[in-house]
């Protein structure tokens, strides 16, 4: 097994339960995305050693919240993520920076065209699990790949700007995951600092909830399936009064658009759709994506 720490507890573990909806994507026969590494890093980890990663691994295939919709949603993510940033560095943006990178493989899966660099953002424990997998498998990144271990609730801009990340050129952001597992300020924070740091030509794309789920959306099946391979998805977001933060960066004069997963099921032709009979913990998240002209 590989060196573990700051994986296998806390937002560590979602970043196994997202590496196991990678695998399990790959291997679909309608596949959006591909992740050959994201199997390696669930079989790497004691706690998720025994979790599916192919899909007909699944008990109970695609009907299962967990692996089967929650999956799905993760599946989708990851794609329409991954098309957004090849958008912007294809349209000029020459950094990337990945908040709460965990055990995305952006790096070493995507065509990158050259010079471009690609930052990765998130806890010591979570780097060092990952690059010791990498290692042992061999990989080797497509583009220029710097880690920066930093906790993003406090101030990382020092960390970034010391591994060479320039203000100056454009740049793609990604939080993917991320900021509903941050207190408020500190996704104000983030968000004034992205401002800060993007030159035009920038882009930012992240994922949120719309506030406080209700008592209906937290029961769940996602969420009672989820706790049941060890990650109680409810204790960890934070449930104080979001942020608007699409409307902050509006007001900075960043064009904005926010969306439901499922608007883009209905574009791709797969992924998660509503389901208006049944608590549904997917209806109250949001992909915001945002452009500094």
Sequence with gaps: ???????????????LMVAAARAIETHRRDTLAQDVYAEHFVRAARASADWP?????????????LWGRLGRYFGLRTRVFDDFVLRRVDAGARQVVLFGAGLDTRAYRLDWPPGRRVFELDQEGVLAFKDRVLGELGAAPKTERVTVAA???DD?????TGAGFDPAVATAWIAEGLLLYLPPAAERSLIGTVDALSPHGSALAYEVKLGPESTAVRESPIYSVAKRTGIDLLAMFDLEPRPDSAADLATRGWDVSVHTAFDFTRRYGRGPLPEPDRPDALAVNRW???TRP
């Design 1 to 15: 097994m590989a060196d573990i720490t700051g994986v296998e507890e806390g937002v560590g573990l979602t970043a």
């Design 53 to 65: 990663v192919r899909p007909q691994q699944v008990p109970d295939g695609e009907v299962d919240p």
């Design 151 to 153: 906790d993003l609730r």
């Design 156 to 160: 990382w801009t020092g960390a970034l």
């Design 288 to 290: 915001t994506f945002a």
